[in-house]
């Protein structure tokens, strides 16, 4: 008679399953996909290291998947912003303002996102969520060049250029000797400023009023 999994075990399983992984993200959090080894996780999650290659074939697999609920996370709250009410450049800039906020008050996690050296498969994720960003961008670019609000020759390429921008301009205040020496080139209203400044002149917009930012 073939084993057959029930119903109860499977859940525990999941459950199990997304208790390592909310383990894993908090140890990103803390500090980076450097701090994310097997051994210490299993630690964290109260289990066997070989417990671990159950759920995740190797800490690549896992640091993926740690990858990809976070940044989903992001794009999702960015998502939220853009696809809202109101100009498309009041809607541009609010979106850039809160996906800089939200890194500066998670500084660890979101340089590890943008940028700390990790795993290929955590690569793999990294460009995926990028093409995800942009194609965030390409509507709102599309619906800003329809209402007269942008001038851009090419909407997919210019919302690659946008999400480059956005990753550059927060790698130097979020790095690590930045971090260290608790002096972060600037402040949040600073960086912010100069991003959304830069974006709407690369977009040939207008600048909006300060108070239709939030």
């Known amino acids: 008679m073939a084993y057959r999994t029930t119903a109860s075990r499977i859940d525990r399983d999941q459950t199990l399953r997304s208790h390592i992984l909310d383990c894993a993200h908090a140890r990103v959090v803390e500090g ?27 800490k690549g697999e896992l640091a993926a998947e740690v990858f990809a609920r976070a940044s989903q996370l992001e794009v999702d709250s960015l998502a939220e912003v853009l696809r809202g009410s109101g100009p498309a450049t009041e809607r541009l800039a609010r979106g850039l303002r809160r996906f800089a906020a939200r890194a500066w008050y998670s500084q660890r996690l979101a340089f590890a996102l943008i940028a700390e050296p990790v795993d290929p498969e955590v690569d793999e994720q990294r460009l995926r969520y990028r093409e995800a960003y942009a194609e965030l961008f390409c509507r709102l670019l599309e619906e800003g060049q329809g209402s007269g609000e942008f001038q851009v020759p090419s909407i997919s390429l210019t ?16 790095s690590p000797p930045a971090r260290a020496a608790s002096q972060a080139p600037g402040t949040l209203e600073a960086v912010c400023a100069n991003l959304v400044s830069f974006c709407l002149r690369a977009l040939g917009a207008s600048q909006p009023a300060h108070g239709d930012l939030r």
Do not use: K, W
Not at 41 to 54: C, H, N, V, W
């Open 159 to 174: 919302a690659a250029c946008l999400v480059g921008a956005i990753a550059e301009s927060l790698v130097g205040p979020l």
């Open 32 to 58: 980076g996909f450097a701090a994310l080894t097997m051994q210490a996780l299993a630690e964290d999650a109260g289990i066997a290291t070989g417990s671990l290659y159950r759920h995740f074939g190797n």
